[in-house]
């Protein structure tokens, strides 16, 4: 089983700047995994930020998300990392992280990020 472990959420003011880290409870990534970051505002459906694999680093944002979100990963640390610069009120929401590894999708429990302005 892969329990994917958001953190880093907490309340912030417009303007700065957030990191989040994703890591597998109790377990490790692995090669041919990809981590994909969602989020979700108050009131609306999850939306994706963008994706990183694994092994390669390999980086995919949506187009709505570049510019001011960062994803990459920390092979030793065996973290994926979101980092988010100029926040605005818009940004708050529940910010996910999944793990797809051998076509099975895990999501994590989410972290709370709550932009003020």
């Known amino acids: 089983q892969v329990q994917p472990a958001e953190s880093g959420g907490g309340v912030v003011q417009a303007g700065d700047s957030l990191t989040l880290s994703c890591s597998v409870s109790g377990g490790t990534f692995v090669g041919d995994d990809m981590v994909a970051w969602y989020r979700q505002a108050p009131g609306k459906e999850r939306e994706v930020i963008g994706t990183i694999t694994w092994d390669a680093g390999s980086r995919h944002y949506a187009d709505s998300m570049r510019g001011r979100f960062t994803i990459y990963r920390n092979y030793h640390e065996n973290r994926a990392w979101l980092h988010m610069n100029g926040l605005k009120p818009e940004d708050t929401g529940i910010y996910y992280c999944?793990?797809?590894?051998?076509?099975?999708?895990?999501w994590g429990q989410g972290t709370r990020v709550t932009v003020s302005s």
């Open positions: 999944d793990v797809r590894r051998d076509y099975i999708v895990y």
